[in-house]
């Protein structure tokens, strides 16, 4: 299986990659659509909440005789994507009149791209998990004017991505995310004491719990996200919630009124015009 996406969907696809130990393979979009032979053979799964990414229509439309089926994600079954591809798994979403940024959006998906790996059984009460995700949030000491790093491995870098993407899109501030064992070859020498380091250490992860511990030992802010499930759907929605109230948290604290993606409309009119 292929998975692709762009976005929060790109953090659905590396999810779909580590969820299904590295069965599946997660690629960007355009990148497929300019080696489409990859695909050859292959049952391809694009995920587009709008059903209307332009990167997304085209790949599809690309590989109409190369794959051996592709199937859209997305919430418009009517939408181009959906008619690009052979079939279409549609999540349960109704797109607001306003923006927002991917919060049930990004949960429904991600239950979706599980849901094509392996059958689901029962994930428990995520209701106590998002309850930890909030007061997990809310207990952090973030420096306001710092950049945010997320870290993980496995569904835990998928997941880090969400993170980022979600700072970015609220806060408007610098974030990015990297592989556990990644950070110390390189990404560690642009990362200053003032910065936030955010590592999710599902269980048996214990190298990234050792980065986090590590990394406050030597006087950087690490803030270490944990489960307490070993299901790994059931840890990513439970990181998912995390990030999300990590991002409302902080943007309350603030004062926002808007999210930042919003305040900025030159900036949104560029990001949907190289989009769609």
Known sequence: MVFTGS????????????????????????ELELSPESCRGKT??????????????????????LARKSI????????PLSKACDDTIRIPYNIPAAITPGTLSFTLCLLAVASTVERIQA????????????????????????????????????????GAF???????????YVHTEQLAHSKI???GKADNMVCFAP??????????????????????????????????????FAFQHLAITLARKRGLREVSFLADRKKLRLSSRLIY
Do not use: M
Not at 44 to 65: E, H, L
Not at 126 to 138: F, N, V
Not at 144 to 155: A, E, I, K, M
């Open 203 to 240: 269980p048996l992860d214990r190298k990234t719990l050792h980065l986090s511990e590590t990394l406050s030992k030597n006087g950087f802010r690490a803030h270490l996200l944990t489960s307490e499930s070993r299901n790994p759907l059931v840890a990513g929605l439970e990181a998912a």
């Open 72 to 79: 859209a994600i997305t919430s418009n079954s009517a939408g």
């Open 7 to 30: 976005g929060d969907s790109h953090a659905c696809s590396l999810f779909a990659h580590y969820f299904s130990d590295g069965l599946a393979c997660a690629a960007d979009p355009y």
């Open 123 to 162: 994930l428990g009460d995520l209701a106590e998990g998002d309850a930890r995700a909030k007061r997990w949030a809310q207990s952090l000491t973030i420096i306001p004017r710092g950049s945010f790093l997320f870290t993980g491995s496995g569904v835990g870098y998928a997941l880090s991505a969400y």
């Open 44 to 65: 391809v799964f694009i995920i587009s909440v709008s059903g209307r990414t332009r990167a997304n229509v085209r790949f599809a439309r690309r590989i109409r005789r």
């Open 166 to 176: 979600k700072i970015q899109e609220v806060l408007g501030q610098p974030a990015d």
């Open 189 to 191: 020498f642009s990362v």
